[in-house]
């Protein structure tokens, strides 16, 4: 799966979780969610860990424009009120094998031009990182220096 969709894996530290930045950013999404909604008690925490797993998967990243769920599926991901009440089994028992592998290379199309999307938003995200970063580095006027006799604050 990671090779057909371009992902490249790599291995951290179990004991420095510094090194994984975006997982540790998960986390830190998923402890607020378990802190607004278990009990006093905090024992039912893992009632809820589904169910925030899933908001996170459909919601869509500030670099990709684009939920997890439907850069990996190829589809918005559906919620109970989504779904039709008319929903009988039979009504697929009519479609043919040539439908469904239609559908699943449309599926795949269109995952793979929103996998193209999400790589370019992401490459216009890091650089508008890197020229926030520039700025900062640098300083509201320009690049820092010190002359001699200059006063400064230092700790010790």
Known sequence: MCKKLGIQRSFTSP????????????????????????????????????????????????????????????????????????????DFEELNEEYYKEYIMKIEARRDAETKLAISNISKAQEKQQIQYAKTKTGKHGEITFKVNNIQLSCY
């Open 15 to 90: 004991y420095h979780p510094q090194t994984n930045g975006l997982t540790e950013n998960t986390n830190k999404s998923i402890k607020r969610a378990l802190r607004k909604l278990v009990d006093d008690s905090a024992t039912n925490w893992d009632e809820f860990l589904g169910d925030i797993v899933f908001s996170l998967r459909r919601k869509p990243k500030m670099t990709t424009k684009l939920s997890p769920y439907r850069l990996l599926y190829g589809f918005e991901a559906r919620v109970p009120d989504q779904v039709s009440d008319n929903y009988t089994p039979t």
